[in-house]
């Protein structure tokens, strides 16, 4: 009991200080807008198809990022061991035909959601290529107030 | 057909159906062989589908683990060799089972897809292998761009779509080896059972006719075996058994012919001993008649000179018994004139000596009358008679002379009673004859028929016998001759004296009743005179019966000549 109150605390102090972090897709994918749950749906691979034409591709920040952490913590709301554990199994069970794709940096995102059709990305608010389209989250950007994704 | 035949097309029949069934065997194992193969090779590529199914799945996993969980140390960290060699080779080995399975597989535009598909996807996975941890957004495009894609297409349309094909390719193969097994079953079967009924059939046809056959010859045998050589099997079979039937036949027609014509031979050996037996007894007869017709010549001329020379003194006896008898006469009227001059005393022995005398006188007339009645028969029976040859009618002729023997009869004894019977063919007509003659023979035969009736009447009367004394009398016309016949129920003719009725002075009548010359006359008028016979046939004690036979015409020439000759003579 003790031990989650510290876990709350400390990851409430993390999120009062981590930067917002953008959701960016590239320009074909027709959503511009999205709720918490839809883009938790999107993360966990509940939702695999941004139309019937348009397969959603996942891409996660290689681990010991500030932006994976958020997306962790905010959307997956799941540590990194449990955040593999969900992918790994959800492979094996064949729930899914792959997983997210793992980048590294900002730049191979930028290049990834640009050159990969339905891929979607998350990086630091304060480095949003340019040319890529930023989604609302519950109709906010990252740079609004409320905006969930700190 | 011969049975030879017969069992010839039976056993090829049979040899051709087992034939056949060799035949549909070997079809029905290559067939099956052949399904098996299909099946074999069905499991084979299953086996194969799985395995690379397997190998695609790994991998899949395998790349999609690697892409989200990436490098530890991010770039420039590529994997080992030794990894990558090892998810080549199954790559490699996945490829090769492709491959393989297409060997396997008919080249469906499925299956080439779905090798041609893995070719760009183990590619892609080649890409992305090559740049992982060395250029990750490489690898990682190349996977999101061109891997997930091929590998969804892959996994999830291609892979089972030939799984599906794959399938149906089985279960026709399993199919196909149950329907070959089937039909070669049913087949085999149904052969078996063709070939049962034919082999059935054709053993009931031939042991059908081989046992009509056979029968046939046994009755046959059995019939020719009692000796009924016109029996005939005539079977209809154009086998063995017909040939051997027909030869049969002949050989029964032979054997009847051979048996005819022996038959034929014995008759006419017979007809010939026949023959010689009646020549025989012909001549025998001819023989007797001769030695009869010899005895009675020399009778009739020994009676004949001795009635001569009777003749002459009977007629002084006769003629001066007469004489006498008229010279007493004379007398007695002499001593009527004289009688007061006689004394009573010597006129009544003069009277009753002369009626003494008369009365020998006329004794002597009437012996010497009768004596010279017979010394005239005797002379008429040497010297036959006289007359001239007629056309005379036969049943008037009878008829007249039977009334004349009956009337006869009755006038000398009035209790004479015969029953007169007459059966005359008309038919019989006229016959030249010498009519004079030929009454006196009926007359004799019927005097002495009627007489012997009459006696044999009058010895049976008193008893309860119903005795009726007959005279029949009965004419028939044959071919060439006239049968006269004289029947009487009187007491017959022994044996013994039968054939002594012929002869001259033979009677069994009482003395002074007869002669015992008629028989003898009337066989020589109608075997010498008439050319002729007369017989005799009796049961004594029962009847007797003169047969008489005039011939038509020849008899009488033969009569004349007879009678000629013997005038000459």
């Given at each position: 009991m003790l031990r989650k109150l510290i876990i709350s605390v400390l990851l409430l102090a993390g999120i009062a200080s981590a930067a917002p972090v953008a959701i960016i897709v590239s320009p074909d994918v027709p959503v511009d807008n999205l709720t918490l749950p839809e883009l938790r749906k999107l993360f966990l691979g509940?939702?695999?198809?941004?139309?019937?034409?348009l397969r959603v591709v996942l891409l996660v920040r290689a681990p010991v990022s500030a932006e994976r952490d958020v997306v962790l913590r905010t959307?997956?709301?799941?540590?990194e061991a449990e955040f593999r554990q969900y992918w790994i199994s959800k492979v094996f069970r064949a729930d899914v035909s792959e997983g997210p794709k793992i980048v590294y940096s900002t730049e191979m995102a930028d290049q990834l959601v640009t050159a990969v059709p339905g891929a979607v990305a998350f990086v630091e608010a304060s480095r949003i290529p340019k040319g890529l389209k930023v989604l609302k989250i519950d109709g906010k950007l990252p740079s609004d107030s409320g905006y969930p994704l700190k | 057909m011969t049975i030879r035949r017969r069992f010839t097309i039976s056993f090829t029949g049979i040899m051709a159906m087992f034939a056949l069934n060799a035949g549909v065997y070997v079809w029905s194992n290559q067939r099956r062989a052949n399904a098996m193969e299909e099946l074999s090779r069905a499991v084979s590529r299953q086996v194969l589908l799985s395995s690379v199914q397997l190998t695609i799945n790994d991998a899949q996993k395998q790349i999609s683990v690697m892409s989200q969980?990436?490098?530890?140390?991010?770039?420039?960290?590529?994997?080992p060799a030794s990894d990558k060699k090892q998810f080549y080779s199954k790559l490699d080995s996945a490829a090769q089972n492709i491959d393989a399975f297409r060997k396997l597989q008919k080249d469906t535009p499925i299956v080439s897809d779905f090798q041609q598909s893995f070719h760009e996807l183990a590619a892609s996975w080649r890409v992305f292998i090559d740049n992982f941890g060395v250029n990750q957004t490489t690898a990682i495009a190349e996977l999101a761009v061109r891997g997930d894609p091929l590998s969804r297409h892959v996994i999830q349309e291609l892979l089972p779509k030939v799984q599906t094909e794959e399938n149906q390719e089985a279960a026709a193969a399993s199919s196909n080896f149950r329907e070959a097994s089937r039909i070669s079953d049913e087949i085999t079967f149904s052969i078996f059972i063709v070939s049962t009924i034919a082999a059935l059939i054709a053993a009931w046809l031939i042991a059908r006719d081989i046992a009509r056959g056979l029968r046939a010859l046994k009755a046959g045998a059995a019939a020719l075996g009692q000796?009924?050589?016109?029996?005939?099997?005539?079977?209809?079979?154009?086998d063995e058994l017909g040939d051997l039937a027909s030869a049969f036949d002949q050989m029964s027609s032979h054997l009847n012919s051979a048996q005819q014509a022996l038959t034929a031979a014995h008759a006419q050996e017979k007809q010939k001993s026949e023959d010689l037996a009646q020549a025989l007894e012909e001549l025998r007869q001819t023989q007797d008649r001769l030695v009869v017709q010899q005895k009675l010549a020399s009778l009739g001329t020994l009676t004949a000179g001795i009635a001569h020379e009777i003749k002459n003194p009977l007629n002084f006896v006769t003629n001066f018994a007469a004489i006498l008898r008229s010279l007493i006469e004379d007398l007695r009227a002499s001593i009527d004139s004289q009688k007061a001059k006689i004394d009573p005393s010597e006129l009544s022995f003069i009277e009753e000596t002369l009626g003494d005398m008369d009365t020998n006188a006329a004794r002597i007339r009437e012996h010497g009358k009768r004596a010279d009645d017979i010394v005239k028969g005797m002379l008429m029976h040497s010297r036959g008679q006289g007359g001239d040859l007629e056309a005379t009618n036969i049943n008037s002729l009878i008829a007249e002379y039977v009334k004349l023997a009956y009337h006869g009869l009755r006038a000398t004894d009035m209790n004479f009673n015969v029953t007169i019977e007459e059966n005359y063919d008309p038919a019989v007509g006229e016959l030249k004859v010498w009519p004079h003659d030929l009454s006196r023979v009926i007359l004799n035969i019927a005097n002495n028929g009627a007489f012997s009736a009459d006696q044999k009447a009058k010895r049976l009367a008193g008893t309860k016998t119903d005795f009726k004394p007959t005279l029949r009398l009965t004419t028939r016309k044959l071919a060439k001759e006239v049968e006269i016949r004289i029947y009487d129920n009187g007491d017959g003719i022994p044996e013994a004296i039968r054939q002594k009725?012929?002869?001259?002075?033979?009677?069994?009548?009482?003395?002074?009743?007869?002669?015992?010359?008629g028989l003898s006359m009337s066989h020589e008028i109608i075997?010498?005179?008439?050319g002729g016979q007369l017989r005799v046939e009796s049961k004594p004690g029962e009847y007797a019966e003169f047969i008489i036979t005039l011939p038509l015409s020849a008899g009488a020439a033969k009569g004349s000549a007879a009678l000629s000759a013997r005038t000459n003579g």
């Amino acid at each position: 009991m003790l031990r989650k109150l510290i876990i709350s605390v400390l990851l409430l102090a993390g999120i009062a200080s981590a930067a917002p972090v953008a959701i960016i897709v590239s320009p074909d994918v027709p959503v511009d807008n999205l709720t918490l749950p839809e883009l938790r749906k999107l993360f966990l691979g509940e939702r695999q198809y941004w139309n019937p034409k348009l397969r959603v591709v996942l891409l996660v920040r290689a681990p010991v990022s500030a932006e994976r952490d958020v997306v962790l913590r905010t959307i997956y709301q799941m540590s990194e061991a449990e955040f593999r554990q969900y992918w790994i199994s959800k492979v094996f069970r064949a729930d899914v035909s792959e997983g997210p794709k793992i980048v590294y940096s900002t730049e191979m995102a930028d290049q990834l959601v640009t050159a990969v059709p339905g891929a979607v990305a998350f990086v630091e608010a304060s480095r949003i290529p340019k040319g890529l389209k930023v989604l609302k989250i519950d109709g906010k950007l990252p740079s609004d107030s409320g905006y969930p994704l700190k | 057909m011969t049975i030879r035949r017969r069992f010839t097309i039976s056993f090829t029949g049979i040899m051709a159906m087992f034939a056949l069934n060799a035949g549909v065997y070997v079809w029905s194992n290559q067939r099956r062989a052949n399904a098996m193969e299909e099946l074999s090779r069905a499991v084979s590529r299953q086996v194969l589908l799985s395995s690379v199914q397997l190998t695609i799945n790994d991998a899949q996993k395998q790349i999609s683990v690697m892409s989200q969980l990436g490098t530890e140390s991010g770039v420039n960290s590529g994997l080992p060799a030794s990894d990558k060699k090892q998810f080549y080779s199954k790559l490699d080995s996945a490829a090769q089972n492709i491959d393989a399975f297409r060997k396997l597989q008919k080249d469906t535009p499925i299956v080439s897809d779905f090798q041609q598909s893995f070719h760009e996807l183990a590619a892609s996975w080649r890409v992305f292998i090559d740049n992982f941890g060395v250029n990750q957004t490489t690898a990682i495009a190349e996977l999101a761009v061109r891997g997930d894609p091929l590998s969804r297409h892959v996994i999830q349309e291609l892979l089972p779509k030939v799984q599906t094909e794959e399938n149906q390719e089985a279960a026709a193969a399993s199919s196909n080896f149950r329907e070959a097994s089937r039909i070669s079953d049913e087949i085999t079967f149904s052969i078996f059972i063709v070939s049962t009924i034919a082999a059935l059939i054709a053993a009931w046809l031939i042991a059908r006719d081989i046992a009509r056959g056979l029968r046939a010859l046994k009755a046959g045998a059995a019939a020719l075996g009692q000796g009924n050589l016109s029996y005939r099997i005539n079977l209809q079979q154009e086998d063995e058994l017909g040939d051997l039937a027909s030869a049969f036949d002949q050989m029964s027609s032979h054997l009847n012919s051979a048996q005819q014509a022996l038959t034929a031979a014995h008759a006419q050996e017979k007809q010939k001993s026949e023959d010689l037996a009646q020549a025989l007894e012909e001549l025998r007869q001819t023989q007797d008649r001769l030695v009869v017709q010899q005895k009675l010549a020399s009778l009739g001329t020994l009676t004949a000179g001795i009635a001569h020379e009777i003749k002459n003194p009977l007629n002084f006896v006769t003629n001066f018994a007469a004489i006498l008898r008229s010279l007493i006469e004379d007398l007695r009227a002499s001593i009527d004139s004289q009688k007061a001059k006689i004394d009573p005393s010597e006129l009544s022995f003069i009277e009753e000596t002369l009626g003494d005398m008369d009365t020998n006188a006329a004794r002597i007339r009437e012996h010497g009358k009768r004596a010279d009645d017979i010394v005239k028969g005797m002379l008429m029976h040497s010297r036959g008679q006289g007359g001239d040859l007629e056309a005379t009618n036969i049943n008037s002729l009878i008829a007249e002379y039977v009334k004349l023997a009956y009337h006869g009869l009755r006038a000398t004894d009035m209790n004479f009673n015969v029953t007169i019977e007459e059966n005359y063919d008309p038919a019989v007509g006229e016959l030249k004859v010498w009519p004079h003659d030929l009454s006196r023979v009926i007359l004799n035969i019927a005097n002495n028929g009627a007489f012997s009736a009459d006696q044999k009447a009058k010895r049976l009367a008193g008893t309860k016998t119903d005795f009726k004394p007959t005279l029949r009398l009965t004419t028939r016309k044959l071919a060439k001759e006239v049968e006269i016949r004289i029947y009487d129920n009187g007491d017959g003719i022994p044996e013994a004296i039968r054939q002594k009725v012929f002869e001259p002075f033979f009677t069994t009548k009482p003395a002074g009743s007869g002669t015992g010359l008629g028989l003898s006359m009337s066989h020589e008028i109608i075997v010498q005179q008439h050319g002729g016979q007369l017989r005799v046939e009796s049961k004594p004690g029962e009847y007797a019966e003169f047969i008489i036979t005039l011939p038509l015409s020849a008899g009488a020439a033969k009569g004349s000549a007879a009678l000629s000759a013997r005038t000459n003579g």
